[in-house]
């Protein structure tokens, strides 16, 4: 069809453009799920192990957080399902994202799909070639994860449920790939795009949580919601993933045809227009550089005090669960109430989310660079020092202040919600300890870009390894010296673990001294771009 | 043989008026520049030729084959070279011509070689590592070196040097010479001036003015420098004299070509010592018509 002329072409180079991004993205799903499968064996080798966990699976903040519980927790398959399936499907939708957004709004952005357009092509062309390649991307990530799965022969993980798992992720990353296809053609800027993307995800997950913990109906709205109820490795129900796919086919439609009629840089929903003049906030130094990123930090604040507000609110459920079941009263009482180790839990993992947004705004100051428009600012006299100290200070801001207000909506709505909340200080303790962490973690970018800026990118590997730790470290057993690499194992778990001045000098200490030594390589080195 | 023909093309983004009415037809073989200060729609313009965009109103024909609905088969005859070229950062520049240049069926090797060797491209560099001009090399070599009939060329040299910039022209004077058609838009008028046989001046969306340079000549002023015998006192209360300066005995002025005539007739009675006039340039007639406010 001439709609598609010269897809043979183009899909080949799209695959070359981006190779590396993939290969990272594929190996590592590949090893952190066969690591995990691997570990499995020996940790809930015995039926009694399995069954301790099954029991703090049925608790409403797992269910929340994780997905419906399965009943049949003697298989370990089905144990391993429930802790990893919707966490390693939110990692390979954003994979997905991530690339699609790339190869279509970007590319548009950028020009090149009026290079190839101007030549004997289908209107169809590279939008097809794209969306191949994210469906090959994720159909080599299912073989490769059936495979790992597989091929380790584990009693309780069988042949089917090896397939049905990775295909239920693989599914997820069509499905999410489509969706922001589907973006892409309505908004006009690949940011735009991965924003409306973004939310879909965390909406979505939202959706599925109430739906898991109160209306079961909402959980089949969201297509998250219908990964647990495949009852991977035990029913080994394919419902979800044809489910998936043709979703993904229908929103495939849809784009296509968006796509067909619309005008190139065009979109269906207007970006808003600009103010002639700067405003007074955009003519102070800090005040540009936020306005700059004034929609990736707001969107990230909307989503952390979501996710802050929606655990406050399953509070409650956790106290009726808590009352109702003696054994683990008696259990947890030792080491702090249920809802104090939720709380401090789920602090932890927002702290990591956060830190999403301080990177980011450091990275901006490269982004900027290699566009060549901090060019345009030195010429206007503006010192790189100046920069450089209004990027720092908007990172640090970041990071102080958004821990305050995640500590805000959880307090403020599990006061109102649960009948016993924690004392506010102890919720907002929990969250100003972590800020020194997130004061290193600017620290690192703030170096890497003064000194190794091409290997900026290398500061993520702290934030996932964090995660890692606080998701996996338990379940893999991991010795407490590697768990020690990440940069927020230090920090106490104020207030079940007691506050230590010491640590949190010495963090401020580091992450000054990073941002000190940061400056100096910044100003001695070449611009790039 | 009309190559291209846009018949009453408007469009509208949103509220704005981009084109309203744009009608022109590029002949085989011949060179048409297309003119008009920032924003005009000049990219606007060649987009839908492109069938990138879609006109809002009118209709508009590439080998008699509708722009928007046969863009795929009518682009196998175009090659296009934007102002503006991005491609992939991850593949090489020479990768990139190959991939152009394939996408249109099968294409001379040995003619992409040559091109490269002429613009002094290194194709074997990563293409983020490019510069502006180099990355518009790309562009300009996949061009030249398709065998296409009719080049579309949106400022193809606003980031060459001069060298390569008169490379560039050579192979638009080449390329004329095998009987191909080429649009040209740009800013740089000398290079309009130089390689254009029909122009076309845009203004707010509208085509102002249209034809060979030399009728339009006709339209507009001549410089002249007079040296004569006599005073020239009454100069002055002729029609269409402009701009008049006195040295010594040297005038300087300004004349509407159309009062070649009685002027002369003046200056002869005078008796001329010396005279000397120069055609007007393209630029004094982008620069009348861009100052007019509000158009004709
Ligand atoms: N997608 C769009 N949406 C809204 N307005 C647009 C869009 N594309 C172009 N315009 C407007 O249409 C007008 C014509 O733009 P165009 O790019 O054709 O100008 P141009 O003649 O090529 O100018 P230049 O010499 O600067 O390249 C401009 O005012 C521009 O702002
Ligand atoms: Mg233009």
Redesign the pocket.
């Known amino acids: 069809m001439h709609l598609f002329k010269g897809s043979k072409w183009l899909l080949p180079i799209l695959l070359r453009q981006h190779r590396m991004r993939l290969i990272y993205w594929l190996a590592g799903l590949t090893l952190i799920t066969v690591t995990v499968v691997a570990s499995y064996q020996s940790i809930y080798g015995d039926t009694a192990s399995r069954e301790a966990f099954g029991l703090t699976m049925e608790n409403p903040t797992m269910i929340a957080m994780l997905g419906i519980g399965y009943d049949n927790y003697h298989v370990l398959g089905s144990l391993f399902a429930m802790e990893m399936l919707l966490f390693s499907a939110i990692a390979v939708a954003m994979m997905n994202i991530l690339l699609v957004a790339k190869m279509t709004r970007d590319d548009e952005e950028q020009g090149i799909l009026e290079l190839v357009q101007a030549r004997s092509v289908g209107r169809l062309s590279y939008l097809h070639s794209s969306l191949v390649v994210m469906l090959v991307s994720n159909l080599l990530l299912t073989l490769l994860l059936t495979i790992g799965i597989g091929s380790l022969q584990i009693d309780g993980m069988n042949w089917h449920g090896a397939v049905l798992y990775s295909s239920l992720l693989g599914g997820t990353g069509i499905f999410f790939g489509c969706l922001t296809a589907l973006f892409s053609q309505l908004v006009e800027t690949s940011r735009t795009s991965m924003i409306f993307s973004f939310g879909a995800v965390l909406i979505l997950y939202l959706l599925r949580a109430i739906g898991d913990v109160e209306f079961t109906a909402l959980s089949y709205i969201s297509p998250l919601g219908w990964l647990a109820r495949a009852y991977v490795f035990t029913d080994n129900d394919w419902w979800p993933v044809v489910g998936l796919l043709a979703a993904a086919i229908l929103l495939t439609l849809i784009t296509y045809y968006l796509q067909s009629i619309r005008?190139i840089?065009?979109g269906f929903i207007p970006e808003r227009k600009g103010r002639k003049n700067a405003s007074a906030l955009l003519q102070t130094k800090l005040g540009l550089v936020f306005h700059l990123q004034k929609t990736m930090i707001l969107s990230w604040l909307a989503g952390i005090l979501i996710m802050g507000i929606a655990s406050a609110a399953i509070l409650p459920e956790l106290e009726k669960f808590f009352q109702d079941n003696e054994a683990l009263q008696a259990f947890l009482t030792a080491n702090g109430s249920l809802m104090e180790q939720f709380i401090l839990l789920m602090m932890s993992i927002m702290i990591i989310f956060i830190s999403a947004p301080v990177i980011m705004s450091v990275l901006r100051l490269h982004g900027e660079e290699k566009a060549q428009r901090t060019e345009v600012i030195y010429s206007k006299a503006l010192s790189r020092a100046k920069l450089y100290r209004t990027y720092t200070w908007l990172a640090v801001l970041i990071a102080c202040i958004f821990p305050l207000l995640l500590a805000c909506s959880i307090w403020g709505v599990g006061f109102f919600a649960a009948d016993e909340m924690m004392a506010w200080e102890e919720v907002f303790g929990a969250a100003i300890v972590y800020i020194p962490a997130l004061l290193v973690l600017a620290g690192i970018a703030l170096f890497l870009l003064g000194w190794l800026p091409k290997l900026i990118s290398l500061v993520w590997l702290f934030v996932i390894y964090g995660f890692v730790v606080i998701y996996l470290g338990d379940l893999l057993d991991l010795p407490k010296g590697i768990k020690l690499l990440s940069i927020y194992e230090h920090i106490p778990m104020y207030p079940s673990e007691d506050f230590s001045w010491g640590v949190i000098l010495s963090y401020l200490l580091i992450s000054a001294l990073l941002i000190v030594f940061g400056f100096v390589g910044y100003r001695r080195r070449d611009m790039e771009g | 043989m009309t190559v291209l023909q846009l018949d009453r093309i408007s469009k509208q983004?949103?509220q704005?008026q981009?084109l309203n009415q744009v009608s022109m037809e590029l002949k085989q073989g011949e060179i048409y520049g297309f003119i008009?200060?920032?924003?005009?729609?000049?990219?606007?313009?060649i987009r839908i030729i492109l069938g990138m965009l879609q006109a809002t109103s009118g209709s508009a024909t590439l080998f008699g084959k509708d722009v928007w609905r046969d863009a795929a088969e009518v682009h196998k005859r175009c090659a296009y070279v934007p102002?503006d070229v991005n491609v992939w950062p991850n593949l090489t520049g020479g990768e990139v011509i190959d991939v152009l240049l394939k996408m249109n069926g099968i294409y001379d090797k040995k003619k992409r070689d040559h091109w490269i060797e002429r613009l002094q491209f290194d194709p074997s560099k990563k293409s983020r590592s490019y510069s502006k001009g180099n990355r518009q090399k790309i562009a300009l070599i996949a061009a030249f070196a398709s065998n296409a009939d009719l080049f579309i060329l949106d400022?193809p040299t606003s980031g060459l040097d001069p060298l390569m910039e008169h490379v560039f022209q050579q192979g638009v004077q080449e390329v004329k010479d095998n009987g191909k058609t080429v649009l040209l838009?740009s800013?740089i008028l000398s290079e309009v001036e130089k390689l254009c046989d029909r122009v076309a001046i845009?203004r707010q969306?509208e085509i102002i003015e249209q034809g060979s340079l030399k009728d339009m000549r006709h339209l507009t002023r001549m410089h002249i420098m007079v040296e004569t015998r006599y005073p020239l006192h009454e100069l002055e209360q002729y029609k269409g004299i402009y701009d008049v300066e006195e040295q010594g005995n040297i005038l300087h002025f300004q004349m509407d070509a159309e009062q070649t005539e009685p002027v002369m007739q003046y200056l002869s009675q005078q008796g001329i010592i010396r005279l000397e006039s120069s055609p007007p340039k393209l630029e004094d007639l982008f620069m009348r018509h861009y100052e007019q406010k509000g158009g004709r």
């Open positions: 005008d840089g065009a | 983004f949103g704005f981009a008009g200060p920032n924003g005009a729609g000049k990219s606007t313009t102002g400022e838009s800013h845009i969306g």
